[in-house]
């Protein structure tokens, strides 16, 4: 694979590339800001500036940051509780969104200057297949109402499909019709652009969109539409309800970690194709100051786009201004964006439909089922219980973090012994990670051992298969020397780590402990 020469100057590639992205993220950017509970103008506002911002000191040349359906969904259900009767998509649910933003950046920023960029593999894949295919399903239940040309009831996505599927004598038989060709034209468009590159470069949601408002504008159908888009440029507003800051500040934390992992991956992913380096940290500051610039400017919390991220390295960007360029091209259609209002909200529904669709893939709970059992009862509880607790999903994703843990503490608790008795002396192999919790473990393991061999003159431990050990392993393997001692056998280590090393001459150097030590190789 050829590398790639890291560019630093903006080209002209980048700006065809930004103007492509620019098509998609305008109606993108009004359909995640619905999905948030936010006006759609909102969704506008953060795709304008949070590009610009990012681009400054991002590590990705390909990364394209603004508004994303998963962000927007952990948006809405941090907001949710917040929000009193008919306060979604008011002016003081957009401030909100607006400070979640501001912490958001704030926390990401702070991860990146003390360069904890590692959190971004913190997540495990079962957590993350979990949450991800039920955020999917709960956005696709989002948007039904949308779909069918029923105004939405509560903040529960399930129940609001619910409700709104069993009447269909409210459904609009134009608004389903625009919002099927709607998800027909997108996806049509991914096939179109994996079999042919260069067509990643056609506005295809956007040409939907177009078609949608033209019919709606001539009054040839009669459906719901998004309502008034206000014109002009966004402006600084730090008139924000900051004593809100204390109950939105756990889900600005999961937000800033969430929703890192998804242009983590991407950005890890692009840059292992083209042989070039990415620097976590740097992407934690570049989202944060995009998130930032998103709350100064009356947006919401941002992330990085897959399927944007996609059209960007396809259109043939080269550096991270591309991005900048796509922000900037969002900002000159703000001060038109006015006919935007008679955009169905049929288009919007679809628009997120079909871009997360290809995220509901069961194929890993069928490998972590074949594979793992442990794993598959991490990702299940997580996907059941992000389904159950909407629209508070950070509930089901912590739910699926604290499974994980257990399920790595109960799996290094557990340690295998292999024993083989010749001519007097018993040797033993441990397998695992020798630690304080799996300590009691291996010390009734070696003890039953020893009792069972009576004849035995010298016992030999080799800890080349343990993974770690700390002082309470050594500890425990010191008493068993004394164990052993008063049975009439001589303890002998070998295969000694060399991370323990040091640890293990001090722990058995000192004194008259009688046991011999081998290091390993």
Known sequence: MTKRPVL??????????????????????????????????????AAAVAPIAAALVGSSPYLQTGPVALTSLLTFG??????ASGQVGSATFAAHGALLALMVGAIRLLLGLLRWGGLAYFMSLPVVTGFTVAAALLIICAQIPGLVGVAPRGGNPPA???????????????????????????????????RYPRAARLPWVLLAMGAALVVTRLG???????????????????????????????PAVLIALVGFAEPASIARRYAAEDRRPWNPDREFIGQGLANAAAGCFGGY??????????????????????????????LAVLPVAG????????????????????????SGFRDYWRYSRAQFLVALPTLVVTLATAPQVE??????????????????????????????????????????????????????????HEHTSRVVVDLSRLGRLDLTGLLALRDFA??????????????????????????????????????GE
């Open 8 to 45: 630093t100057r903006p080209t002209w590639d980048d700006l065809a590339a930004g103007i492509s992205v620019a098509l998609v993220l305008v109606p993108q950017a009004l359909a995640y800001a619905s999905l948030a509970g936010l006006p759609p103008v909102h969704g506008l506002y």
């Open 339 to 362: 006919p935007l209002e008679s955009l169905p909200t049929a288009v919007l529904a679809g628009v997120v439909i079909a871009t997360v669709l290809p995220l509901v893939d069961l």
């Open 395 to 452: 509930r089901g994703l912590l739910v699926g973090v604290g499974l994980a843990l257990v399920v790595h503490l109960w799996r290094e608790t557990r340690i295998h012994v292999t024993a083989d008795h010749q001519a007097g002396t018993l040797y033993l192999r441990p397998e695992g990670v020798l630690y304080f919790a799996s300590t009691p473990v291996l010390d009734a393991r070696l003890a039953e051992l020893l009792d069972r």
């Open 482 to 519: 004394g164990y052993a001692a008063d049975r009439g056998a001589q303890l002998e280590l070998r295969g000694v780590p060399t991370h323990a090393r040091e640890r293990v001459q001090r722990v058995f150097g000192e004194g008259d402990t009688g046991v011999t030590i081998s290091p």
């Open 78 to 83: 941090a907001l949710a509780p917040l929000a």
């Open 160 to 194: 609001v499909a619910a409700s709104a599927l069993s009447q269909p004598q409210r459904w609009s038989a134009a608004a389903i019709v625009i919002g099927l060709a709607t998800i027909a034209v997108v996806m049509t468009a991914r096939q179109v652009r994996l």
């Open 301 to 330: 919390p941002v992330g990085g786009s897959f399927s944007r991220s996609a059209l960007n390295r396809a259109a043939g960007a080269r550096t991270r201004w591309s991005g900048a360029v796509a922000g900037l091209a969002v």
């Open 220 to 250: 040839l159908v009669t459906v719901p539409q998004i309502g008034a888009v206000p014109s002009g440029l966004p402006t600084p507003q730090l008139g924000l309800p900051w004593t809100s800051v204390p109950s939105l500040l756990v």
